[in-house]
């Protein structure tokens, strides 16, 4: 029989996280999905997943989940913290099996901002616009398109791929998290909209992330940056990893739910293979961006891609998932 | 103008076709969108159009980003991708101002006008729908009269409440969900233009020509019965291309 998970004291923000709604972009609709897309994936697949399964995302601080009606397989990644089962700490990135009554309590994470509990089979609420993601401003995705509440109850899938208890992602192999970040970023499409000295400003100063950030998106402080001229264009198209600059000359980095377009001048955009880590940042966090070629983009991301494979002992096909619309699932190797 | 590219990172490319807010531009921006969705481009994962500009979002590690400007350039240079298409014509009922405009009368000493001139003015014109953004189904539709051109507000809204029909600039929009917001609000829509669950979770799409029907407070009661009952029958109107 199917397990579940009852939530026995929320986070502040859980919410149910895969790896987001495409194709509706053009109707205003955000894509949401996990802010750590590289922790949600590696979870999943340790824990015999497809890489697009739905996956419990926290931040900062986890919640107090109950397993009932069944065993459930899971593990969790992201943001280090010090999980318990039953009151004793148990490992982050091992598959782990809870019996009906036991009690996982995530805590709270020592660095980074956000984790996940990846359970085998998946968190099997109802898919609106073919995903899972939770997006409140929407109200859909996950629980009725909230975030978690005590008494609520997550349904999980058939583990059907045979989820292995100890298997772990040995640290090597996770996303290398630490503060200060830096961040890959690709430069413009707005760069000749500010001053020539700020864009070298923008790539050589240190940020700190505002308390005013949430999942659509970190606020900077740091290095005021200014226009060349108006600092409003005509609305044009944003995603997740660009970095808009509106009148105070503070930039501020989209996230998985930003808005669809945007009318401030894009100083640069953060590379796909670093935007998990963009996912991590917490208010406070100091962050440095890094100016790469369109080149040297994609050659990050296709390393980073190898590095999670060899890690999990599977061919690069098998998480070629962070196309962010695709889903490939090939049978793991071995 | 010739087609100009730039990037936003190594998985979206802007291609922009114009400057400025423009119909013809905002044509030929919808064209490319569609032919770009239909080319069947390896990796590509959505295209969004804009006043004057396509995004298009796609899988770098499918199409590497120079072979993926090529097929876009490919495509610019079709010939059906000058063809008009046809579009829909959508009338919208209205209830004007009082609590469901609030800001009529801060319009009229903006404008000069008396409440039933902006009502006429707003309601006396069919608007193209440039594009969608901001929120899930908020479409930005246009041109205003000059007359009723009007700054955004100084202080925003924290919650304006769904169905509001506001404008700012030459713009018109309509608030698909409870948000924030600095527009103009002028009327309220008792039409959903997004519902999440419903087979067609969006009301209006990019291209689609709007009109405002201006309704009584009774008639915004009695329609949004019927939406909730599903009895309500929205005035759509295919139009073919000439």
């Not at chain 1, 931040?59 to 397989?73: A, D, N, S």
């Not at chain 1, 050659?299 to 980073?304: C, H, K, N, P, W």
Request: overall charge neutral; charged content about 20%; some cysteine.
């Amino acid at each position: 029989m199917s397990g579940r998970l009852r939530v026995l004291r929320p986070g502040p923000h859980d919410t149910v996280q895969d790896l987001g709604r495409h194709g509706y972009r053009a109707y205003g609709m955000p894509s949401s999905g996990a802010a750590d897309w590289a922790s949600l994936v590696a979870g999943n697949l340790l824990v015999g997943n497809p890489p697009t399964a739905a996956a419990l995302e926290s931040t900062l601080v986890g919640p107090v989940l109950r397993v009932e009606g069944g065993e459930v397989f899971l593990a969790v990644t992201g943001a280090p913290c010090t999980p318990r089962v039953d009151g004793s700490p148990v490992p982050c990135w091992t598959v782990l099996c809870l019996r009906p009554g036991q009690t996982l309590k995530l805590g709270r994470c020592h660095l980074g901002c956000r984790m996940y509990v990846c359970v085998a089979g998946g968190i099997e609420t109802p898919e609106v616009m073919e995903s899972r993601s939770t997006y409140v401003p929407g109200e859909i995705g996950g629980l009725d398109g909230r975030k978690l509440a005590e008494g609520d109850c997550l349904p999980v899938g058939m583990n059907s791929q045979g989820a292995r208890v100890g298997r772990t992602l040995r640290p090597e192999f996770r996303p290398q998290m630490k503060e200060p970040w830096t961040l890959r970023a690709v430069r413009g499409p707005d760069d000749d909209a500010f001053l020539p000295e700020s864009v070298s400003q923008f790539f050589s100063g240190t940020y700190r992330v505002s308390p005013a950030s949430d999942r659509m998106g970190c606020r900077l402080e740091g290095p005021v940056l200014r226009h060349a001229g108006d600092a409003e264009i005509v609305s044009e198209g944003v995603i997740p990893g660009t970095v808009q600059v509106p009148g105070s000359g503070l930039p501020i980095l989209l996230l998985s739910d930003c808005q669809t377009t945007g009318g401030y001048p894009r100083i640069a955009t953060v590379i796909r293979a670093d935007m998990w880590a963009a996912g991590q940042l917490r208010p406070g966090d100091a962050v440095r961006f890094c100016e790469v070629s369109v080149e040297q983009a994609v050659q990050a991301e296709r390393r980073m891609l190898g590095r999670l494979a060899r890690g999990l002992g599977l061919g690069l096909s098998v998480i070629r998932t962070a196309d962010w619309g695709f889903r490939v699932w090939v049978e793991p190797q071995g | 103008m010739k087609a100009e590219f730039r990037w936003l990172g190594e998985g979206a490319l802007l291609v922009r076709l114009g400057e400025g807010i423009d119909p013809e531009v905002n044509a030929r921006v919808r064209r490319l969108a569609a032919a770009l969705d239909a080319a069947g481009i390896p990796g590509l994962v959505e295209t969004v159009p804009t006043y004057r500009s396509v995004l298009v979002i796609f899988d770098p590690l499918i199409t590497a980003p120079g072979a993926l400007r090529e097929a876009v350039e490919e495509v610019l240079e079709r010939p059906d991708v000058g063809h008009s298409p046809g579009y829909r014509e959508i009338v919208l009922p209205v209830a004007y101002g009082g609590e469901f405009g609030p800001d009529l009368e801060l319009v009229c000493s903006h404008t000069g006008l008396a409440p039933d001139e902006v009502v006429a003015k707003h309601a006396g014109r069919v608007y193209l729908v440039y594009m969608l953004g901001f929120l899930p189904g908020f479409a930005y539709a246009g041109d205003l009269s000059p007359e009723l051109e009007v700054p955004r507000l100084p202080q925003p809204r924290v919650r304006v409440p769904r169905g509001s029909v506001a404008i700012a600039g030459r713009q018109t929009g309509i608030y698909s969900l409870d948000s924030p917001g600095g527009w103009m609000l002028i009327g309220r829509t008792p039409v959903p233009t997004y519902r999440p669950r419903a087979a067609e979770p969006f009301l209006l799409r990019p291209g689609d020509r709007l009109r405002f029907l201006p309704i009584s407070p009774e008639q915004y009661r009695k329609i949004e019965a019927q939406v909730r009952t599903g009895q309500y029958r929205l005035q759509v109107k295919e139009v073919s291309p000439e």
